[in-house]
């Protein structure tokens, strides 16, 4: 199977002016984007395979990547980074 998933970018709320339920989104936002680069860590790590813990209940994102990050699969990961000077905290 292939999955296909945008994951959004970083939302740094002073920077973006969100409030209330955007600020919100933006919170889950930068938790699933953590939780997806502590999971890909230790799957690099070799995790699986010492019998450690890797976090994919962590997030609803990583809880539904899990087939498509661990096992027998190939991942690839696409970065659109942007050249602009303002954004290069971002970046």
């Given at each position: 199977?292939?999955n296909?998933?945008?994951?959004?970018?970083?939302?740094?709320?002073?920077?973006?002016g969100?409030r209330?339920?955007r600020?919100?989104e933006?919170?889950?936002?930068n938790?699933?984007l953590s939780?997806?680069?502590?999971?890909?860590s230790?799957?690099?790590?070799?995790?699986?395979?010492?019998?450690?813990?890797?976090?994919?209940?962590?997030?609803?994102?990583t809880?539904?990547l899990?087939?498509?990050?661990s096992?027998?699969?190939?991942?690839?990961?696409?970065?659109n980074?942007?050249?602009?000077?303002?954004?290069?905290?971002?970046?």
């Amino acid at each position: 199977s292939v999955n296909l998933i945008d994951l959004a970018g970083s939302e740094r709320t002073k920077k973006s002016g969100a409030r209330g339920q955007r600020m919100r989104e933006g919170s889950n936002i930068n938790n699933s984007l953590s939780v997806l680069g502590q999971v890909i860590s230790k799957l690099a790590g070799g995790a699986e395979k010492k019998g450690l813990h890797v976090p994919f209940r962590q997030s609803k994102l990583t809880y539904l990547l899990t087939d498509a990050l661990s096992g027998n699969s190939v991942t690839t990961m696409l970065a659109n980074i942007s050249p602009a000077q303002s954004e290069a905290d971002e970046t």
